[in-house]
């Protein structure tokens, strides 16, 4: 199977992960010549905030992809993309994330999902859930988790 597109999610925990991720999508993507779907998932307060951080007066005078595009994570990954020429696109999107991910690799047709997330218990994942079990369990391709330190 011949990857075309990979949709690299990133949240509010993967600022620390920026780095690992950006280089784990570059490996995979490179070589491969595929395209990458940077994707910011917001949550309705997280974006709600974000939105206040950027001092956007009117909501409804920005999209969700611009509001991703001046995201810090967002940003970080970019750059390094460009540094390593590999062909991005800047998504975002507001809604539960493990959901969120779910519907974007659907809607853009992602060969493969990069997801971050930390080590956690077996009692951790059960009492609190985690985005990147629900991802790896719903989406409609391979998931690669990029573990924190």
Not at 9 to 38: C, F, H, M, N, Q
């Amino acid at each position: 199977m011949a990857l075309e597109t990979v949709l690299l999610a990133v949240g509010p925990g993967d600022r620390e992960r920026a780095e690992k991720l950006a280089r784990t999508a570059e490996d995979i993507a490179g070589p491969a010549g595929a395209t990458v779907v940077l994707a910011h998932v917001f949550t309705e307060d997280e974006y709600e905030t974000t939105l206040e951080n950027l001092r956007v007066g009117d909501p409804d005078s920005v999209t969700s992809d611009e509001v991703a595009r001046r995201h810090a994570t967002i940003r970080t990954i970019g750059d390094a993309f460009d540094e390593a020429d590999i062909e991005f696109e800047v998504r975002g999107a507001v809604g539960e994330h493990g959901e969120t991910i779910v519907s974007l690799a659907k809607s853009t047709d992602s060969d493969l999902v990069i997801v971050g997330g930390r080590k956690r218990s077996p009692t951790g994942k059960a009492v609190f859930g985690s985005t990147a079990q629900e991802v790896m369990l719903s989406a409609p391709c391979p998931v690669t988790f990029v573990r924190g330190d």
